[in-house]
């Protein structure tokens, strides 16, 4: 029913004025108010006595023209909840988000957003820190230039908590194992890791059906044998924790290096590592619904092994293996005259640098830039000087810290007798042979 109805009905006493308050949704004292100034200036006095008068809560005109001059010189191209946190933390100005989210787009400076797409159910968050990282890399104009680069971020799924990022040319086998050494390193092992199903993650046999676990990636080898559980998303709404985050990332930091006067990637990661990552995760990182950590230090000395690209190649006659155009000599070992039909191992390190193993020993090693690397200093005697691969790189390439090379110091006798006595010799020569009777006798009693 319209109002004037209610109270036509409350003044011809069809309906009491209490349960006209009732029906309209007012208290009983505005009732008691309205029927007052009904009875004295008629409909008319009903009108909004307020109608016409400026809000006291209204935002003064200068600080308007201050906060849209801002905008528009200064922060043009921060997101709208980036820019209200500027203005309280920088400038002092203390509005409501709503208020300068309506003053913005009312003015024309930044678009109204589109209505939300489909619905989907929320996956509930790990419990701890360390039962799942999420690991991508965004490609985006990180400097406000024509130069794109892709920030590589690995995030828990339990608090958002940003463990690693940097800025890398394309994100890569090598790029995403750099990172993830960094966070064992740091953190210790993790549960799961979940990323998109790129070619360095999983072998996908064909686009849009599932991947093939058991044909496994230089990274997911390295995770098969930290005991890593690796798992694909299928969508990018799957992965609407790191989506989220990256849309974060891409609408601060390059908004921050500018404001910083960064334009290189070394200063960029120097600028990451130093201080956004620590100013990102004051702002994001939420606290696990339980107490405790997923993580596990780790007890392997042989990361530098683990995180590398392994191809197996049979050495040729001449000693040497290749991959496509670039070849590697092989020299002379100590336990074996020649390796040509045997299959090594090469590992080639995220620092550019390549070994090769047969089985756990280190039989070759290169500099990043190729040339071989060589022990410098006064070779072992008995060991001659013919670049055989020296003990300390074979101990270096133990898979376990529990395993122990043989040493015995030079300074005594090895416990395994490998010359005659003197004092025995002399008594074998002494002796005297068996005469012919006795060796007679001795078989005619046999």
Known sequence: ???QDVLLKAM????TWWQAAEIIGVTD????????????????????????????????????ETVLRLYQETYYDLNI????????EVHGIELSYTWVQKA??????????????KHRRRREPRPMPGMLLHVDGSKHQWFCDERWYDLIVILDDATKEIYYAQLVEEESTRTVMTGLRAVIEKKGLFCALYSDRGSHFFVTPKAGEKVDKTRLTQVGRAMKELGVQMIPAYSPQARGRSERSFGTWQGRLPQELRLAGITTVEAADKYLNEHYIAEF????????????TAFRKTSRADLNWVFTVQTERVVAKDNTVAIGDQTWQLEKNRFRHSLAGTTVTIHEHLDGSVSIRYGPHVVGRCTSAGQPARRTGKPEEGRGNDGAVEAEENRLAVSHRSHRTLEIPADRDSHIPTAPNPKRVSMLKTRKPPSASRRGSSGAIG
Do not use: C
């Open 104 to 117: 913005l787009q009312g003015a024309g400076l930044v678009a109204r957003r589109k209505k939300r797409g």
């Open 29 to 64: 004292r505005t009732m008691r108010r309205w029927r007052e100034r009904l009875e004295e200036h008629g409909y008319s006095g009903l009108v909004d006595r307020r109608k016409g008068r400026p809000s006291d809560k209204r935002v003064p005109l200068a600080t308007v």
């Open 81 to 88: 909840r980036h820019f209200h946190e500027k203005l309280k």
């Open 281 to 292: 995760n004051d702002k994001f990182t939420i606290a696990a619904k339980e107490k405790g």
């Open 1 to 3: 029913m319209k109002l």
């Open 12 to 15: 011809a006493k069809k309906i």
